[in-house]
C-alpha cells in the first residue's frame, strides 16, 4: 500500500505536467498553422493606434516593422500607412510629411494599386488647403495639377471618377479667379488686358458656371474698343491733327471688333442657350446688325445637363462661407469631363498685336518678301501710301503702314452712298417672323471642350424650337448676375 501511494503521486505529476506542456503556446511562430506571425501582428498594432487616433504610436510601430522584416509583406501597406497616419492627424506640417510619404509610396511601389490611391491623397491634400477664388491661389492650382496627374497616369484606377469631379471643383475656383481679374480689367477699361484673361478663361474652363458672363463680358470688351476707336480723330486731307487715325484704318479697325464681339455672343447662344446671358447676347447681336444664330437641340441637351447637375448653396452655408477659409464649390458641374490640358495662354500684347495687324490689312506674323529678278525692274516702293497718318497715328499709338499701292483704291475704304454689298450680314427684321440663317459652323466644337459633351452635342444637330428654350429658361430667371453694360 505505501509503495502504491508514490506511484500515485508520481503519475498525477507526469498528469499535470502533460496538460501543462498542452496548452502552452509553440515557441515557433511558424509551426502551426494558426499561430500569427510577428510582422502581422505589429501591422494590426498599428492600425489599432491609428484608429485610437495615437498617431505616433502608429508611426513608431509600422517604422518598426518596416525595419524589422524588409522582406514582409506587409511592407508596402506599412508604408502607406505611415502617409495615412500623418494625413489623418491633420495640420500643415502634418500634411507636408503625408505628401512627401505618398510620393515615396509612389516611387518606390509604381505599379501597385495603392499607387493612384496615394497619388489621389497628394491632390486631396492640396484641395483641402485651397482658399477662396480672391486669396492666394497656389493650393488650387497644385491640387488642379495633382489631380489631372493622378487621372493621366492611372486611367483605369477606380478611383478616376473621384478625380475627376474633385478636378472639375478646383476648376471652378481658378475660373472665378480669372473672372474676377477680367471683369476688373474691363471696368478700368483696360481691354486688351480684360480680353487676354477671359479668352483664356472660356478656353480653358468651358464647364465654368459663369462661363455665358465671360463670354457676354468679352464682347463688352470689344464694344467699349469700338466706342473709343470711333471717338478717336480722324486724319483730314492734309494729314492733322497729329495722332490722328486714316479712316480706312479706322474703317477695318472697327469691322474686325465688331467680329470679335459678334464671335463671342454668338458662342453663348449655341453652346450656353439655357443661360442668364442667351437673351443679353441677342439683342447685342441685334444691335450689332448681325445674325442671331439658332442652338441646336443636342446643345440645349448638353446645357440643360450641365444646369440640372450644379448644386445650390443653403443660407447657413453662406454665412457659414463668410468666416470659412475654403471656397464654395457647389455651382461646380458634375457632369462631363474636365480638360486634363492647359491651352496657349492669351496676353495683352499678343491681342493688341493681333487687333494692329488686322487693322493695317497686314496678316500677322507673316512677313512678305519680294525677289527681283536682274531683268525685271523692281517695284516702286518709294512712295509713302496715301492713307499713313503723318506722325505715326494709329487706333494703337503706334506707327501703321499700310500695303496699299500708291493711288491704288482701298477695297475696305469706307465710301458714302456705295451700293449694298449683297453678302453684308444684316440683323433680323423686326417685322418679320423668320430669323436670318446662322453662321457657318456655329456649332463646331471649340477647344478643350469635354469628350462627353462633344457626344452629347453631336447626336441632335437640329435647330432648336422656341418651345424648347422657353420652357428651360422658366427655370432660370433667379439669381441673374449683371455686369455693368456698355
Same mark, same amino acid.
Not at 43 to 48: I, L, P
Not at 92 to 104: G, P
Given at each position: ?26 515557441? /515557433? ?23 485610437? /487616433? ?28 505611415? +502617409? ?26 509604381? /505599379? ?6 496615394? #497619388? ?5 491634400? @492640396? ?20 489631380? $489631372? ?70 464682347? #463688352? ?20 491733327? $497729329? ?8 474703317? $477695318?479697325?472697327? +469691322? ?32 450689332? @446688325? #448681325? ?11 448638353? /446645357? ?48 493688341? $498685336? ?21 531683268? #525685271? ?14 506722325? +505715326? ?56 471642350? *469635354? ?19 422657353? *420652357? ?15
Amino acid at each position: 500500500m505505501s509503495r502504491r501511494i508514490p506511484l500515485m503521486v508520481v503519475l498525477g505529476l507526469l498528469l499535470v505536467i502533460t496538460i501543462a506542456c498542452t496548452n502552452k503556446k509553440s515557441v /515557433n511562430p511558424l509551426a502551426t498553422v494558426g499561430s500569427k506571425q510577428p510582422d502581422k501582428v505589429l501591422f494590426d498594432k498599428a492600425m489599432d493606434a491609428m484608429k485610437h /487616433n495615437r498617431f505616433d504610436v502608429a508611426r513608431l510601430t509600422l517604422q518598426t516593422l518596416i525595419n524589422t522584416y524588409p522582406d514582409s509583406e506587409y511592407i508596402a501597406r506599412a508604408k502607406l500607412a505611415v +502617409g495615412d497616419s500623418w494625413y489623418a492627424e491633420g495640420g500643415t506640417a502634418a500634411l507636408a510629411q503625408a505628401e512627401q510619404e505618398y510620393s515615396d509610396f509612389e516611387i518606390f511601389f509604381p /505599379n501597385m494599386p495603392e499607387a493612384a490611391e496615394a #497619388q489621389l491623397k497628394i491632390a486631396n491634400i @492640396h484641395y483641402q488647403q485651397m482658399e477662396k477664388s480672391d486669396r492666394d491661389y497656389t493650393h488650387a492650382k497644385r491640387a488642379e495639377d495633382e489631380y $489631372r496627374k493622378m487621372i493621366l497616369q492611372y486611367p483605369d484606377s477606380k478611383l478616376v471618377p473621384e478625380a475627376k469631379q474633385r478636378l472639375l471643383e478646383v476648376q471652378e475656383v481658378l475660373a472665378e479667379r480669372e473672372f474676377g481679374i477680367g471683369r476688373f480689367y474691363y471696368l478700368r477699361e483696360s481691354y486688351p488686358a480684360s480680353i487676354a484673361r477671359l479668352q483664356s478663361l472660356v478656353e480653358k474652363y468651358p464647364l465654368y458656371s459663369r462661363a455665358d458672363e465671360a463670354l457676354y463680358l468679352l464682347g #463688352q470688351d470689344y464694344e467699349g474698343q469700338i466706342a473709343r476707336i470711333r471717338t478717336a480723330p480722324t486724319c483730314d486731307a492734309h494729314g492733322l491733327p $497729329r495722332g490722328c487715325t486714316p479712316e480706312a484704318i479706322k474703317g $477695318r479697325y472697327i +469691322g474686325q471688333l465688331t467680329k470679335n464681339a459678334t464671335d463671342e455672343y454668338s458662342k453663348i447662344i449655341t453652346r450656353y442657350p439655357l443661360m442668364d446671358r442667351s437673351d443679353d447676347a441677342r439683342k447685342r447681336l441685334a444691335a450689332l @446688325h #448681325q445674325p442671331i444664330p439658332r442652338p441646336t437641340k443636342g446643345a440645349v441637351a448638353r /446645357n440643360r445637363a450641365e444646369l440640372a447637375s450644379r448644386g445650390e448653396s443653403s443660407a447657413i452655408q453662406k454665412m457659414m462661407g463668410m468666416v470659412k477659409k475654403g471656397p464654395d464649390v457647389s455651382q461646380a458641374a458634375k457632369v462631363g469631363e474636365p480638360p486634363l490640358a492647359d491651352p496657349e495662354p492669351v496676353a495683352a500684347t499678343s491681342v493688341v $498685336r493681333s487687333e494692329t495687324f488686322a487693322a493695317s490689312g497686314v496678316p500677322d506674323n507673316k512677313v512678305g518678301v519680294e525677289i527681283v529678278k536682274p531683268d #525685271q525692274p523692281a517695284a516702286d516702293t518709294a512712295a509713302p501710301p496715301d492713307n499713313t497718318a503723318p506722325g +505715326g497715328g494709329s487706333p494703337f499709338g503706334r506707327t501703321t503702314t499700310a500695303i496699299t499701292s500708291p493711288g491704288a483704291a482701298d477695297p475696305n475704304e469706307l465710301k458714302p452712298g456705295a451700293n449694298a454689298d449683297p453678302n453684308e450680314l444684316k440683323p433680323t427684321d423686326a417685322g418679320g417672323d423668320q430669323a436670318l440663317p446662322p453662321p457657318p459652323q456655329v456649332n463646331e466644337i471649340q477647344q478643350g471642350q *469635354s469628350s462627353s459633351s462633344a457626344a452629347t452635342a453631336s447626336a441632335d444637330n437640329t435647330p432648336a424650337s422656341d418651345a424648347e428654350l422657353s *420652357s428651360s429658361k422658366k427655370k432660370r430667371k433667379t439669381g441673374l448676375k449683371k455686369v455693368i453694360p456698355f
